[in-house]
């Protein structure tokens, strides 16, 4: 069965970086993209973008352009979201889905989240 | 940037109704839009997409329709585990979603 697991809960401080990690299993990596999206602690879903697993294409949000970038390591079937110069206001839980059509922006099977907070 | 909003903000509803949500897109988005449904601590789960098209393995009591800037999603007959929120999303641009439904045990 489909399976995305994520990385466990980070910590850290204003201006610094994250990276999340999340592993696919039980379909072609490759033939799939990835997108992350992330909800701040009671508030709605925000899409920070998306990364072709077959040929590593990225799209990112606009607000978020110059903090993230997304990749990928086929060999072992993970996806990456690294987000620099983190802010207070980018506290969130953050999720990793699977785009199951070429194109397609919507998600239908998604990582557990992980929490990333920021703070000083 | 499209909009969606999503009414109500709350829908308490007895067990065995029916609960009917409403989308609004602030421009066309076609038939791109899905449903999500989202428990505490979880992540969001896929219901619909296209508009009217169930995922694999949403049971039927779960419905889509609508196109262009209105949608709606329909739960013929709730059950105890349907108690959640719920997002609209459009993917017809840059994928937006709704602030959310919460359907609460009335």
């Known amino acids: 069965q489909v399976q995305l697991v994520q990385s466990g809960a980070e910590v850290k401080k204003p201006g610094a970086s994250v990276k999340v990690s999340c592993k696919a299993s039980g379909y072609t990596f490759t033939s799939y993209g990835i997108s992350w999206v992330r909800q701040a602690p009671g508030q709605g879903l925000e899409w920070m973008g998306w990364?072709?697993?077959?040929?590593?294409?990225?799209n990112y949000a606009q607000k978020l352009q110059g903090r993230v970038t997304m990749t990928t390591d086929t060999s072992t079937s993970t996806a990456y979201m690294e987000l620099r110069s983190l802010r207070s206001d980018d506290t969130a839980v953050y999720y990793c889905a699977r785009l199951p059509i070429v194109g397609a922006t919507w998600a239908d099977y998604w990582g557990q989240g992980t929490l990333v907070t920021v703070s000083s | 940037e499209i909009v969606m909003t999503q009414s109500p903000a709350t829908l308490s509803v007895s067990p065995g109704e029916r609960a009917t949500l409403s989308c609004r897109a602030s421009?066309?988005?076609?038939?791109?839009l899905a449903w999500y449904q989202q428990k505490p601590g979880q992540a969001p789960r896929l219901l619909i997409y296209g508009a009217s098209t169930r995922a694999t393995g949403i049971p039927a009591r779960f419905s889509g329709s609508g196109s262009g800037t209105e949608f709606t999603l329909t739960i013929s007959s709730l059950q105890s585990e349907d108690f959640a929120v719920y997002y609209c999303q459009q993917y017809n641009n840059w994928p937006t979603f709704g602030q959310g439904t919460k359907v609460e045990i009335k």
């Open positions: 990364i072709s697993a077959y040929n590593g294409n990225t």
């Open positions: 421009q066309s988005v076609s038939s791109n």
